[in-house]
């Protein structure tokens, strides 16, 4: 009766919806490998090949595939933590499977080797794709038997590489798309990055570790009695320990080479390797007291009697040894840690603090042990969250290791991404340099809506490619701005509910809260753009019309005013994509007076679009100076939908200040006493078109000491030929002639086309004022 009752109460809660993270036994922020592992062990346990005694085995086993299938998509996922299973579509899902040996033997076959790293598309765009890293990847596939007999051999050369290149694996399988990309056509392939290089020697471990050290670029430092003196002296040396081997014969040398590659590679930055040839250098290896053998030098020790023997051979154990030397983090405790934030808080503190948090089944502290070489400016500190529990969970630290970055305010910083010591370090160093960006707790939220000030907030979730892609620009943009802006970030992850209470419906969502009033984010994941988004809310080129406006300033709009409306819908990818461009083109027109640059959100004053006979998002209105309210309209249909095209296409509407010349009229402007300034143009040409409303700008600017003129060098070919006329668009000032003698067609030629340069050089070449004359 109570295998009954038990079994009951099993299915009762897998039909009634338990949570997908707690079915496969990982947490909310697990990445996908953890996703991978432990859907494994759940499916070896409950496939229903080993459970034929259980009826129910099936279903059980639908809902802990479908639960994978969820959690490994990047968009399932999403809605799945926003809106729960009801979020999802597909109900059927989940019910395709594979045998239990396909678990066992084929799935996820580097899922369990700490040393090879399992990539997915996101991972490869993040860690792979534009880094100066070494990565040698197997892409393969996992029913290919030569892959199975590879995993062997793949296995012991990343034993034998750890720390000195990056081993990955894709499976193929699962990342289709990626593989295809990648240019992969048969299993397995191995590849190397950078350059992109396939493998094409024997797959034995031997050919493969030989391949793999020809890509690193460290080297050991060849020491001498002749160089000795001045390697100590420079820089590059003097700031680092040294770890010298000492060769009594050329056999030595030959041993150790591969060895002494790879320690270069590991202990890059942080301790120089070298090495002497003691059969050649007798006097300096007597001098050090040195005959044979492998020494650790702190940094300014290198002299007989110093030193650390060092007795093992091996590259790694090498290794481990010589970080065991390196200064190591301080064990920080309860009144220590409430000291530095204090200290911090109030600016007493102006040094950040990095602080490892570790865990008791932590993996070996490998790279961690790099820190305080490679962060020299930092305070550095480790706490145990074992002992300080409480601390950690008020940090919200789901798991371990993790370090956060606290800095001076009372602000910190949690690192996302690899736990290499060199991108823990860059994450440090950045972090550090922006004080006006912090992570946001619900306790901390509040203030943003109640403190009157101007916070940016960037609602994420790690597990989310584009949000870790962003959140490095987002830190960025927190240095560039100049105006008073406070720069958050949400883990929606750990903080689902306040993401939900905020209706945050994707991820990232980057919100402005300019006095407490939100203005959401909607262009590219750029600090550069991000910084225009701040200055043009902070100060907006662009008005935002509602009911009230729109009948205000467009059904009345007067005589002589200009009006260019975007009528956009919010759920518009399109309009999004456009948004920054728009603004930007705002900014192009602010300096003209009577042209105003609006939207309206037609998702949210339908009506008022439908008034206007739009019908298709984004549709750009202008509303000409020579009609009054609506009753004219011009509507935008260039291909382009960018800032110089908007530009371009609005002067067109404008009242011109410049003379369109032709034959005649040129030989006019040739014997006139007044000054003219005139644009021989092509109407084919690009260049031309984006100059045409700088030239505009450039005639309003002028026009009480110069004329402004074009000339159609396609219309009247023969004109712009006879006045040596080579290129497109060509701009020539002809000052004026005194006693109305024909001036020479050369003039002033401005070979630089910059408005501004035109219009401050212009007046240091017209003699004096002139009133302007007929043609």
């Not at 009752?5 to 909310?28: I, N, Q, R």
């Not at 309860?334 to 102006?350: F, G, N, T, V």
């Not at 905020?502 to 809260?513: E, R």
Request: proline share 5%; net charge negative.
């Amino acid at each position: 009766m109570l295998g009954k009752t038990f079994l009951v109460s099993v299915l009762c809660a897998l039909a009634c919806g338990e949570d997908f993270y707690e079915m496969l036994g990982v947490a909310k922020n697990a990445d996908l490998k953890e996703i991978r592992k432990g859907f494994k062990q759940k499916a070896l346990k409950h496939h229903p090949d080993k459970n034929t005694d259980d009826p129910e085995a099936h279903e059980k086993f639908v809902r802990i595939n479908r639960a994978y299938e969820v959690l490994k998509d990047e968009e399932l996922r999403k809605k799945y933590d926003l809106h729960g299973e009801e979020g999802l579509d597909e109900s059927r899902s989940g019910q395709q499977y594979h045998s239990w040996n396909y678990y066992h033997d084929n799935f996820g076959i580097y899922d369990d080797d700490p040393e090879i790293i399992t990539l997915n598309k996101a991972d490869f765009e993040q860690s792979v794709s534009g880094s100066p890293d070494v990565w040698f990847i197997n892409f393969y596939h996992p029913m290919c038997s030569h892959c199975h007999t590879l995993a062997p051999v793949w296995r012991e050369v990343a034993r034998e590489l750890e720390g000195v290149v990056r081993i990955g694996a894709v499976n193929c399988d699962d990342d289709y798309h990626l593989c295809s990309s990648q240019g992969i056509r048969s299993y397995p392939t191995l590849v190397s990055y950078p350059g992109k290089s396939k493998y094409t020697q024997e797959k034995t471990k031997k050919q493969l570790l030989n391949y793999v050290l020809r890509q690193v670029h460290s080297a050991a430092v060849r020491v001498s009695s002749a160089n000795f003196k001045a390697l100590l002296s420079k820089q590059e040396f003097s700031s680092k320990p040294w770890l010298l081997s000492f060769h009594a014969d050329s056999d030595e040398v030959d041993d150790f080479w591969v060895t002494q590659i790879k320690l270069s590679a590991i202990l890059d930055g942080l301790v120089t390797v070298g090495f002497v040839e003691c059969f050649k250098e007798k006097d300096l290896c007597f001098t050090l007291g040195v005959q044979s053998g492998i020494k650790f030098f702190d940094i300014g020790e290198i002299q007989s009697g110093h030193g650390t023997e060092i007795s093992s051979l091996n590259a790694q154990e090498i290794a481990r040894e010589v970080l065991g030397l390196l200064p190591e983090m301080k064990l920080v405790d309860e009144d220590m840690y409430k000291d530095i934030r204090q200290k911090l808080e109030s600016h007493e503190e102006s040094t950040s603090w990095l602080i490892h948090f570790s865990g008791d089944s932590d993996d070996d502290a490998f790279e961690i042990r790099k820190l305080p070489a490679l962060l020299p400016s930092l305070n550095l500190g480790r706490i145990e969250c074992s002992r300080m529990k409480k601390q950690c969970d008020e940090l919200y630290i789901a798991k371990t290791p993790s370090f956060i970055l606290f800095k001076p305010g009372g602000g910190y910083e949690l690192h996302h991404g690899r736990l290499l010591a060199h991108d823990i370090a860059v994450f440090a160093r950045e972090g550090a340099s922006a004080p006006h960006f912090q992570i946001l707790t619900p306790q901390k939220f509040p203030k943003v809506l109640s403190d009157g000030s101007t916070w940016f907030v960037d609602f994420y979730a790690p597990w989310c490619p584009p949000c870790m892609k962003l959140l490095p620009e987002f830190r960025k943009a927190s240095k560039l701005v100049h105006t008073p802006v406070n720069f958050g970030s949400i883990d929606c992850t750990l903080h689902h509910e306040l993401c939900t209470r905020f209706n945050i419906h994707q991820y990232p969502t980057t919100i402005l809260y300019n006095q407490s009033v939100p203005h959401e984010y909607l262009g590219y994941h750029t600090a550069a753009q991000i910084v225009e988004f701040v200055r043009d809310t902070m100060n907006p080129a662009v008005m935002k019309l509602d009911a009230v406006k729109f009948e205000q300033f467009i059904n009345k709009k007067p005589k002589g005013e200009i009006w260019i409306v975007d009528y956009f819908a919010n759920w518009c990818g399109h309009c999004r994509d456009m948004a920054p461009e728009y603004r930007k083109f705002a900014r192009m027109m602010s300096h003209l007076p009577n042209i105003h640059v609006a939207t309206i959100d037609c998702a949210e004053f339908g009506s008022i679009c439908r008034t206007q006979g739009i019908s298709s998002y984004p549709s750009i209105m202008l509303y000409p100076a020579s009609s009054f309210g609506t009753q004219k309209v011009m509507k935008f249909n260039g291909w382009s939908r960018d800032a110089e095209a908007f530009r371009q296409w609005t002067y067109t509407s404008l009242p011109s200040k410049v003379t369109e010349l032709d034959g005649e009229l040129y030989e006019k402007v040739l014997h006139s006493t007044q000054p003219w300034l005139i644009d021989f143009y092509a109407p084919w040409c690009g260049h031309c078109q984006v100059f045409a409303p700088d030239f505009e700008d450039i005639a309003q600017a002028l026009e009480n000491s110069v004329h402004a003129g074009k000339l159609n060098c396609e219309m009247y070919r023969s004109v712009c030929q006879g006045a040596g006329v080579r290129a497109y668009p060509t701009v020539r000032l002809y000052r004026g002639s005194p006693n109305g003698n024909r001036q020479s067609t050369d003039g002033i030629n401005f070979q630089n086309l910059d408005k501004n340069d035109i219009i401050s050089g212009v007046p240091h070449w017209i003699p004096k004022y002139k009133k302007h004359d007929e043609l």
